[in-house]
């Protein structure tokens, strides 16, 4: 009956999730193209997982969401991409999550490569106020980092500057030589 299948949509679900989730770890590794293909291939399924989750499980949904997020990026399925992080993202509204910030910053991403700066400034506020309730460092230095960036393409030079720094502090702070890295070469295209 309906509650069999309503099982069985959760179990694919759950599974994709998984996958998604996997996925994500090695798609900036050298792996990442293997990965990119496997997610492709198992597109129709993500799909079908998230718009299950859509419906019944909003923190799966922007967990898949997230864990989509680069695939979406690099195979360039961006407006898709937006919608259903957008999706998630609403049906999560007042539940806080890494999940959340994330696709937040994702979405930032998206928009910034669309062109569309101030819905890109708004996402990454979004991110910025978010990962600070959570304390997610991590994501509060990407978030200053996305505002630093769109302040930039925006000739905001002191907003950029500002956004700058407070991810360098932030860096240092927890000793991450990659975005510390990050942040100085930033600050030297500012100059």
Do not use: P
């Amino acid at each position: 009956g309906s509650g069999e299948v309503a099982d069985l949509q959760k179990i694919h679900a759950h599974y994709f999730l998984d996958l998604s989730e996997e996925g994500e770890s090695f798609l900036l590794s050298e792996t990442g193209n293997e990965w990119l293909d496997r997610l492709e291939n198992e597109h129709d399924n993500f799909r079908a997982a998230l718009s299950w989750a859509l419906k019944n499980d909003g923190e799966i949904a922007a967990r898949i969401a997230a864990a989509l997020r680069f695939f979406w990026l690099n195979h360039s399925h961006l407006s898709e991409g937006l919608r259903l992080s957008r999706a998630a993202l609403q049906k999560t509204e007042n539940k806080f999550s890494e999940a959340r910030s994330k696709l937040l910053l994702s979405n930032g991403l998206f928009l910034r490569n669309q062109g569309d700066l101030e819905s890109a400034r708004k996402s990454y506020e979004k991110s910025l106020a978010e990962s600070k309730e959570l304390g997610d460092l991590e994501q509060i230095i990407k978030s200053d980092q996305g505002l630093a960036a769109v302040a930039l393409l925006q000739k905001d030079f002191v907003t950029a500057q500002k956004h700058n720094e407070a991810s360098l502090a932030l860096s240092r702070q927890i000793n991450d030589e990659m975005q510390i890295a990050y942040s100085l070469c930033s600050l030297a295209d500012l100059e």
